[in-house]
RNA sequence: GGGGGAGUGUCCCGAGUGGCAAAGGGGGCGGACUGUAAAUCCGCUGACUACGUCUUCGUUGGUUCGAGUCCAACCUCCCCCA
C-alpha cells in the first residue's frame, strides 16, 4: 500500500487518518481542490444483487465522509453496466439478469443504505443516478468511433479483472471485457452531467478508474481523479463479510439488525481499532481510548463497534434494540425476546425444527450438529436426534429457545 | 482447419490403477480452552423415512456383473502447427 501523503484538506485527511486511504490518482492536486470548492465524487455500484454486502461498506463510507465534510456525493447505481455484467475476481460470467430483475436489484440495494446518505436537493445532498440512462442509448458504430479508438486491447488484455480470467483458463465473453470501456465512460459522462471530478472505489477497480482518467483527457480535456480504499481483511488475513451463513449483507431482508450487530461484535481483539476508524462516525480521540483498553474489556470496545455500526445503516433504535437483546442473551443468559423467532407445530421433531429455525440447513446437517454436542434445547444438550419437542417443553414465557453452538439462538413460539 | 492436453465432492485447490460416497489441503461448522476474540487441539463437512437406501466426478450415449476411471459424440478451456 501507498504511504498516505500528508493531506491539507479537511475531507482528504479525516479519509487518511481513518485508514480508508489505499491511492490517488493525482495527491496534491485533489487535495487542493478539495480546500478550493465543493467536490463532486462518485461511487458506482452493480445491481448483480439486491442488497450489498459488507465488502462495499467501505465505499459506502467513503460517500459519507465525503458528505459530511461538505462535498457532494453520487451514488451511481449501475443499471446499465450490470447488464455486461463485471469479469473482476470471478471466475465465470454471471447469469445475465433480466431487466426487471435489475430493476427490482437497484431498488433494494437502495432501501438498504438509505440510512447511510442523504439524499436531497441541496448542495452536498447525495444524487442518485443509473449509467443505464446513457450506456443503455449507445449506438455501437458511433461509440466505437468516439470512444473505442481510445482504447488498446493489449493494455486491456493486462489489467487485472481479464488477466485473472485467462489465467484461470476461464471463459471470458466479449461481452464482459467491455465492462471497463463502459466504466470509463461512465466517469467522462458524469463530468459532463454533473461536473463530477472524482471516482472513488476499491482498490481492485484502480485499472477501470484509471481508464476514466485517461478518457476524461481525450474526450473532455478534463483533469479526473481517482481515489481508492484498501481491500479490508481481517487481523487473520481473512476477506472480511464472509462469515458462516455467507455474505453479510446490507439489506435487514437478508441479515437482521441483530445479526448484523452480532457480526461486528464478533471482531477480533487486533481489528477493533481499525474497524472503528474505518465503519464507525466516532471521534479520532475516543477510538484511541477503546481500542487501548485490554484483555477481556476490549469487548466493551467491540460492543460500541457493534453498536455504531449498526446505528449508521439501520438507525439507532435498530441498533440499541440488537445490543439490548445481546445483553440479555449473552450476559443474563435470559431468552431475549429480540432474539430470531420461528412459529412451529408441537410436537415436531428436534431435527426439522433446528432445520426450520436456520441452524441447519438439512436434516442430515442438524444430525451432524447433534452428534457433535451442538445443539441445545434450552441451554441443555440435545442428545437423541430422534427428540420430539413436545410443549411441555416451553418455558415460563411460552417459548423454547434452541442454538447451535454458544451464539446462535432462535426462539421457537407454539403456533 | 490439423495435432496434443485438461474439466473431480455445485465454496476453492486438488489425488484418483474398473469395485468409490471417492485421498489430502484450504475454507466452513461443532466441541475443548477462553473474553461472543486470536492461537492451539479434537470431531464433522452429498442427501434421506438412516446399522439401510438414493444421488454425485463437463454433457449425452455406449462397453462391462460393476465406470470418475475404458469407448464415441458434443460443450468449454489451454498449448503447438496452419
Not at 474526450?219 to 481523479?225: D, E, H, R, T
Not at 441479515?255 to 450487530?261: E, L
Not at 483498553?293 to 439501520?314: C, D, F, P, R, S
Request: proline residues 3%.
Amino acid at each position: 500500500m501507498p504511504a498516505a501523503p500528508q493531506f491539507k484538506s479537511e475531507f482528504l485527511r479525516n479519509f487518511a487518518e481513518r485508514g480508508a486511504y489505499y491511492d490517488c490518482s493525482g495527491p496534491e492536486e485533489l487535495d487542493a481542490l478539495f480546500q478550493k470548492e465543493r467536490v463532486t465524487a462518485y461511487i458506482g455500484f452493480d445491481c448483480t444483487a439486491d442488497s450489498l454486502h459488507v465488502g462495499s461498506l467501505v465505499q459506502l463510507m467513503t460517500l459519507r465522509r465525503l458528505q459530511q465534510a461538505g462535498h457532494k456525493p453520487i451514488l451511481l447505481m449501475g443499471g446499465g453496466t450490470t447488464k455486461a455484467g463485471d469479469p473482476s475476481g470471478k471466475d465465470e460470467a454471471r447469469q445475465l439478469l433480466s431487466n426487471e430483475q435489475i430493476e427490482a436489484n437497484k431498488q433494494s440495494i437502495l432501501s438498504g443504505i438509505r440510512h447511510l446518505l442523504k439524499f436531497g436537493d441541496g448542495p452536498s445532498d447525495a444524487i442518485l443516478v443509473d449509467n443505464a440512462e446513457w450506456l443503455d442509448k449507445l449506438e455501437w458504430i458511433a461509440f466505437l468511433r468516439d470512444v473505442g479508438r481510445h482504447f488498446s486491447v493489449n493494455r486491456m488484455l493486462t489489467m487485472e479483472s481479464v488477466k485473472l480470467r485467462l489465467d484461470r483458463e476461464q471463459p471470458l465473453s466479449f461481452l464482459e471485457f467491455n465492462y471497463s470501456i463502459m466504466q470509463a465512460y461512465d466517469f467522462v459522462e458524469l463530468y459532463k452531467r454533473y461536473g463530477c471530478r472524482l471516482q472513488s472505489s476499491g482498490s481492485d477497480q484502480w485499472g477501470n478508474v484509471v481508464s476514466g482518467i485517461d478518457l476524461g483527457h481525450r474526450l473532455a480535456n478534463v483533469q479526473l481523479y481517482g481515489l481508492t480504499t484498501p481491500l479490508i481483511t481481517t487481523a487473520s488475513g481473512a476477506k472480511m463479510g464472509k462469515t458462516a451463513a455467507g455474505a453479510v449483507w446490507l439489506n435487514a431482508a437478508r441479515v437482521t439488525p441483530y445479526d448484523y450487530w452480532q457480526f461486528w461484535r464478533n471482531t477480533e481483539d487486533r481489528d477493533v481499532g481499525r474497524f472503528l476508524r474505518l465503519f464507525t462516525d466516532l471521534l479520532l480521540a475516543e477510538i484511541g481510548r477503546l481500542e487501548a483498553l485490554q484483555g477481556a474489556e476490549l469487548n466493551e470496545a467491540k460492543k460500541t463497534l457493534a453498536t455504531e455500526a449498526t446505528a449508521i445503516l439501520h438507525g439507532r433504535a435498530n441498533a440499541d434494540a440488537a445490543a439490548e437483546t445481546a445483553r440479555r442473551a449473552f450476559e443474563e443468559g435470559a431468552t431475549a425476546a429480540g432474539l430470531p423467532t420461528i412459529v412451529a407445530m408441537l410436537p415436531e421433531g428436534v431435527l426439522n425444527l433446528a432445520v426450520a429455525a436456520g441452524l441447519a440447513s438439512s436434516n442430515s446437517e442438524a444430525r451432524k450438529l447433534i452428534a457433535n454436542g451442538g445443539l441445545k434445547l434450552n441451554d441443555v444438550v440435545v442428545s437423541d436426534p430422534k427428540l420430539a419437542v413436545a410443549v411441555s417443553a416451553l418455558n415460563a414465557d411460552g417459548v423454547l429457545k434452541l442454538s447451535a453452538g454458544k451464539k446462535k439462538h432462535v426462539l421457537v413460539k407454539p403456533a
